[in-house]
């Protein structure tokens, strides 16, 4: 799943190109709007709110879309071959100058900006957003304090933007195990600052997320993707278990010497 700096990345790309830009044709591959049609409206902005992407028109609608496990939105100039099978299209916005493609989006839909919070209203303060405060994340996470920190920090109520791989890789870098209750995971408001200070650093550097410092391929991360290789702390074998989430079970990877606690197997 696409984490939020990937998103955050995604949004302000598709400002650049859209935004104050006259939609001259629409195409949307899903039922419920398949009939819509917005040429002839301005796009005014795209923004990125935790992992949903919300495109605002000069009409006062909002295309709505969350890229979820495989999504992606790309952009090509007029009569550039797209990099993606038709089937996998849902929604197709095309300017003079631009044609902006969402493929495999998990969401798609259009509503009145003035009812964005319906859809993204019950978010916690994005990692990423002009909103975050660490102080009210920190909070939310605290009022279940027999939670496991993994499932705790990826649930977007208590905060946006983290998925699988921030999540890991967080808690190894804090050297808790995943499954610790947040009520024993120690300083949350710590954790929260080197979360924030790695997501914007990433959203910064525009490409795959690196927390090892080492861009080379197959070095960029401590332990996420690595399950059954060696730590590269302490050489013991990474271990992976999949650990539930508010929307998903999601997969959890850690190193059961550096991150001692109560996860699953044992070292
Ligand atoms: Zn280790």
């Known amino acids: 799943m696409p984490e939020g700096d990937t998103v955050h990345q995604a949004a302000a790309r598709l400002h650049r190109a859209l935004a104050g830009q006259r939609l001259v044709a629409t ?55 797209w990099r993606g099978p038709g089937w996998q299209v849902r929604a197709v916005l095309r300017t003079r100058g631009w044609v902006a493609v969402g493929f495999r ?11 964005e919070r ?21 909070g939310r996470l605290r009022a279940d304090p027999a939670r496991a920190i993994g499932s705790a920090l990826l649930d977007q109520r208590n905060l946006a933007g983290v998925g699988n791989i921030w999540k890991s890789e967080l808690c190894f870098l804090r050297g ?26 990433s959203l910064r550097g525009g490409g795959p997320q ?8 197959g070095r960029s991360l401590w332990v996420h993707g690595r399950a059954g290789q060696p730590c590269r702390r302490c050489g013991t074998l990474v271990r992976k278990a999949d650990q539930e989430s508010y929307d998903a079970d999601r997969v959890a990877y850690w190193c059961p010497t550096c991150q001692p606690g109560p996860g699953p197997g044992g070292p």
């Open 210 to 217: 690196v927390t090892t410092g080492d861009t080379r391929r």
């Open 105 to 115: 989006l998990g969401v798609c839909e259009l509503l009145p900006t003035a009812d």
């Open 176 to 201: 808790v195990d995943p499954w610790t209750p947040v009520g024993e995971a120690g300083d949350l408001e710590g954790m929260l600052g080197l979360l924030a200070r790695m997501m914007r650093a």
């Open 27 to 81: 195409d949307f591959r899903v039922p419920a709007i398949a009939t819509s049609d917005l040429a002839g409206q301005q796009v005014r902005e795209v923004v990125a709110r935790g992992k949903h992407l919300l495109l605002r028109t000069d009409a006062g609608l909002t295309l709505h879309s969350h890229l979820r496990m495989e999504g992606a939105w790309h952009l090509y100039r007029p009569g550039e071959r």
């Open 118 to 138: 319906q859809v993204v209203g019950h978010l916690g303060p994005d990692v990423l957003g002009p909103d975050w405060d660490p102080a009210e994340a920190a």
